[in-house]
């Protein structure tokens, strides 16, 4: 069997179910602007940072804002997505599990993430009570890399802070520019998409729920063949 010495996980989308916070909020952003954002807009929003979804999603609907505007919409959908994740934070099929797996046969976690760290600090808020633990080791977040996803840099990151290779490291994510992002560090991947398509790339493995893997299956993921 493979070596796996550490798993990091994506967040949003990946180990919780609050994807849905940030469509939420972009949807509200353009009823403010006076259009609707579509369905397809939303979806190419996925491991997507703010400022790149909120591109999108002006892209998609016809509206140009100022770069005062943008901030300030940047702003308005970070507070309304703290306001939704106050009620709740739910876990993904199988998240909570295999996270718990890692943490009880002693695998290193972190959490590598495009979401800003004040949102971060606040999602551990919910995470560390309900777990019973300190769930990371290492945490990288979207406001502290000098590249975001699909760039490698915030895994890159991670592993250093861990002391590790990607050969000791199994990546958990959810959409097409995280996994680049951790194809392109060197890591193995295994891809749980919603909503969108992965391709089969030496060193992605894609599954569709989290529900019933161990460490040991992460370990067992194949390595990607570089030319």
Known sequence: MSELTAVLFDMDGTLLATEQYWDEALVELGAGWGTTVGPEALAATAGVDLDGAMAIVRAAVGVTRTPEQSAADHAWVVGRVEELMAGSV?????????????LAEGVR?????????????????HLRPDLGTEPFEVVVCGDEVPARKPDPAPYLQAMAALGLGPADCVVVEDSLTGSRAG?????????VPAGQVLPAEPGLTVGSTLVGITPAALAALPYPVRA
Request: charged share 15%.
């Open 90 to 102: 739910s876990w993904q099929p199988g998240a909570r599990e295999l996270l718990l797996a890692c």
């Open 109 to 125: 976690t972190a959490l590598v993430t495009t979401t800003p760290r004040a949102l971060v600090t606040h999602v551990l808020g």
């Open 183 to 191: 194809l392109d560090a060197g890591c193995r991947v295994l891809g």
